[in-house]
């Protein structure tokens, strides 16, 4: 599995390089495409293992082509549709696929714009390509679960029944933990009407339904970072602390070192306890964010906490590049864990 997850963090290297030249579907498959087929173990060169514009008749339609046909034992186990690499894949309907599916022995389909792999199967109706995807990975946000999932599908560990076996449960559980969110952050009247009946006795009045809205969202965001403290206190009790930095501090050049930007530099170091000697892990505070360096070096960024104004942002440095990140209190650094600990490899390598 670190094999898989050193190929498509090289692939990930190369859209960050390159992204300005990757814009046509033919450089997105060039570029993107080709080497995961490549990170997957298939061979892109060998056309008995991967056929390029694979060609059925469909109905009517004579001579359609999908772009890849991954075969293993001289049967088509994987069709992939490609698009260019800013096609919006939410918006675009795999049509091509939705055909070929119920004409080729295939059980399993991929729409992809080189980023974003949406895969699919006939979980729903046998030989009938469902309209949604049931599994998605993402090059640019995936975590560890995802790179197993990945891995399944891969020429040495792709085995039909076994995945068949998981891919409904995959579906369901991604569709559930999607409208989970989606409840979460903005909660129907619905969902809303669930709790208020089991806490609240009298009638369930449109007034006391709004009321009960706000209630929520409270209890959600408590629920939330009263698990993430857990969690926090978790690591550090674990392993032997030296000691965290307490209290503001105000250098001779007016920089105000808030207790929020010392919360959440000892955050980052509960989370880097496990890649690296925490004591290469430096704050340098500044007037206008407060770095977090490896080595003390500013050639050597981690993240940026920017958190002088109502709205906090983390800046996640990866290949040189920040990427800020909203995010509502210190506690919500734990949810860039992984992009923490991929930063700090970077310098390893």
Excluded: W
Excluded at 78 to 107: N, P
Aim: aromatic residues 10%; glycine residues 2%; negative net charge.
């Amino acid at each position: 599995m670190n094999e898989l997850n050193n190929e498509i963090d090289g692939i990930v290297k190369i859209f960050n390089d390159n992204s300005s030249q990757i814009k046509t579907e033919e450089a997105t498959k060039t570029a993107l495409i080709m080497p995961f087929i490549n990170a997957l173990g298939y061979n892109v060169f060998n056309p008995i293992e991967v056929i390029p514009e694979f060609t059925a008749d469909v109905g009517t339609k004579k001579n359609e082509k999908v772009d890849y046909a991954i075969t293993k034992e001289q049967k088509i186990i994987i069709l992939i549709e490609c698009k260019s690499v800013d096609t919006d894949l939410g918006k675009q309907h795999a049509s091509q696929l939705y055909r070929y599916f119920s004409v080729t022995e295939s059980r399993f389909a991929i729409l992809t714009n080189g980023l974003i792999y949406q895969f699919y199967s006939d979980i729903e109706t046998p030989n009938k390509m469902d309209s949604k995807p049931f599994f998605t990975f993402s090059l640019l946000d995936f975590k560890r679960h995802d790179i197993v999932e990945l891995q399944k599908f891969t020429k040495d560990a792709f085995a039909l029944d076994k995945i068949l076996t998981t891919a409904s449960s995959l579906k369901y559980t991604n569709a559930v933990k999607s409208i989970l969110e989606k409840e979460l952050t903005e909660p129907s009247e619905e969902f809303v009407r669930f709790f208020a009946k089991k806490v609240f006795e009298g009638s369930l009045t449109k007034q006391v339904l709004d009321k009960f809205t706000n209630i929520v969202k409270q209890a959600r965001k408590q629920f939330i970072n009263e698990k993430i403290d857990d969690r926090f206190k978790s690591v550090i009790s674990n392993e032997e602390q030296e000691p965290f930095l307490e209290n503001n501090v105000v250098d001779d050049n007016g920089i105000d070192t808030t207790d929020e930007e010392i919360e959440g530099y000892n955050i980052i170091k509960a989370i880097l306890r496990s890649t690296v000697d925490v004591k290469r892990v430096v704050m340098r505070d500044t007037k206008s964010y407060c770095g977090i360096l490896l080595d003390d070096n500013n050639r050597k960024p981690l993240c940026r906490l920017h958190f002088n104004y109502s709205q906090k942002y983390i800046g996640i440095v990866s290949n040189k590049k920040e990427v800020r990140h909203e995010i509502e209190n210190v506690d919500d650094i734990f949810n860039y864990t992984e992009q923490l600990i991929n930063t700090a490899l970077e310098y390893s390598k």
